[in-house]
């Protein structure tokens, strides 16, 4: 059983990477870059506690070569469910809320 912690005040700051981390851990992956840009594009993140920086996005961002992109959105798009929908005739006649 998985437990979900990121609505949890107490490991809020797990959920992501938090500005002290980016300044003392990834600066040297982040040389020559904007990071006022990085912070606009990939900060933000808030999980009852500070912002962070959303650990998928920053880490894509790096390995892409410092390309700015919605990496977290474009994989978590649940495009085979679009497709799915749209393949299947669902009848909700049956179903009662």
């Known amino acids: 059983m998985l437990t979900d912690i990121s609505l949890d005040k107490r490991y809020g700051n797990i959920c992501g990477y938090t500005q002290k981390d980016v300044e003392s851990s990834f ?16 900060n933000g993140y808030n999980f009852l506690k500070d ?9 894509l961002f790096i390995d892409k070569g410092y390309i700015f992109d919605n990496y977290w959105f474009s ?20 179903y009662q809320t």
């Open 75 to 94: 994989t978590g798009t649940p495009t085979f469910l679009i497709k799915l929908i749209k393949k299947t005739t669902i009848s909700y006649q049956n």
């Open 27 to 42: 600066l040297p992956y982040l040389d020559g870059v904007d990071l006022e840009k990085v912070k606009r594009w990939y």
């Open 51 to 59: 912002d962070v920086y959303n650990p998928f996005d920053l880490l």
